[in-house]
C-alpha cells in the first residue's frame, strides 16, 4: 500500500533532508521509523525534493510503501510518537500506487524571512538575523525581472551540475511587518542553492550597493562568480507542496 505524508521539520539539527553517511538527516530518522511499524522490512521513502543544511519545512511530502495494513489516522500517531521531537508528522493519507512524490509536483512555496530589527536568539532557527534596515522598495523592483522562465547559471551552485539550468518562478512577493522581511517564491521547481542566491543579491539591492536593474545582466552572463554572496540556510522555509 503506498502512502503519501506531510510533515513539518526544523532543520536547525539536520545536515540536510537526503540521508548521509553519518551526518544526521530527515530521510534517515524518517525510514528508520517506517522501517520499524513495517516488521523492520526495509521502507526507502520519496520526497518532493531535497533541502540543504539547515533548512526548514512546514509541509514537506513523501511517499512510500508498507506491507503491514493500517490506516492513515494510526500510522500518524504511530510515526509521531516515535520521531523525534523536531520531525512532525501532519497528515497521512493513502495515494495510487503509480503517485511519485517527486514528479508528480504541480508547484511549490519556499519563503525566505529576514530580520531587520534588534537580534532576536527566538527567531534563529528560521529567520535570518541580518539585523539592519534594507530598501524593500527596492528589493520589489528587482523581483520582477527573476519571475517568468530564465536561465539561471548565475544564480546556482557550482556543485548543481544538471545541464539544464532553465527554471519558470511562477511569482515572488515580498512584504514586510515588525521588521520582519519575507520573500515568497512559488515555482515547480528550483536549483541548487538557487534561491538562496536570489536572496543574496536582493539583499545587495536593498543594501542599495547594486541597482536593481542589475538582476538581467546577471542572469544574461550565466556565471555563478558575477553573482552575490549565498543567503544563509536558516531563513529558507519550503513552505508548502502542491499536486
Known amino acids: 500500500m503506498r502512502f503519501l505524508i506531510d510533515f513539518s521539520y526544523c532543520g536547525m539539527n539536520f545536515h540536510g533532508y537526503q540521508k548521509q553517511p553519518k551526518k544526521r538527516s530527515v530521510q534517515e530518522e524518517l525510514e ?3 522501517t520499524s511499524i513495517n516488521g523492520n522490512k526495509e521502507v526507502t521513502i520519496f520526497s518532493s525534493g531535497r533541502t540543504d ?3 526548514n519545512a512546514l509541509h514537506q ?37 503509480n503517485f511519485h512524490a517527486r514528479y508528480m509536483v504541480k508547484y511549490k512555496i519556499y519563503e525566505y524571512k529576514i530580520n531587520t530589527y534588534e537580534y532576536n536568539p527566538l527567531l534563529r532557527s ?14 520589489k523592483k528587482a523581483i520582477r525581472y527573476l519571475k517568468g522562465t530564465h536561465d539561471f547559471t548565475t544564480f546556482t551552485s557550482s556543485e548543481d551540475k544538471r545541464q539544464n ?4 518562478i511562477l511569482s515572488i512577493n515580498i512584504k514586510e511587518k515588525n521588521g520582519i522581511i519575507t520573500i515568497t517564491f512559488k ?15 536582493l539583499i545587495k539591492i536593498g543594501e542599495e550597493k547594486i541597482s536593481p536593474n542589475i538582476i538581467p545582466f546577471l542572469l544574461d552572463k550565466k556565471d555563478r ?14 513552505v508548502d507542496v502542491k499536486y
Open 187 to 201: 515555482g515547480k521547481g528550483f536549483l541548487k542553492y538557487q534561491i538562496r542566491n536570489m536572496v543574496g543579491t
Open 165 to 168: 539550468k532553465i527554471r519558470n
Open 126 to 139: 528560521h529567520v535570518f538575523q541580518y539585523c539592519k534596515k534594507l530598501n524593500v522598495k527596492k528589493m
Open 225 to 238: 562568480t558575477s553573482a552575490f554572496s549565498c543567503a544563509p540556510a536558516e531563513g529558507l522555509t519550503l
Open 61 to 97: 511530502k513523501a511517499h512510500f510503501d508498507l506491507e503491514k495494513d493500517i490506516i492513515p489516522y494510526k500510522l500518524k500517531m504511530a510515526l509521531n510518537s516515535y520521531l523525534p521531537a523536531d520531525i512532525h508528522v501532519n497528515n497521512v493519507k493513502i495515494v495510487n500506487d
Open 32 to 34: 528508520k521509523v517506517l
Open 53 to 55: 543544511a539547515l533548512v
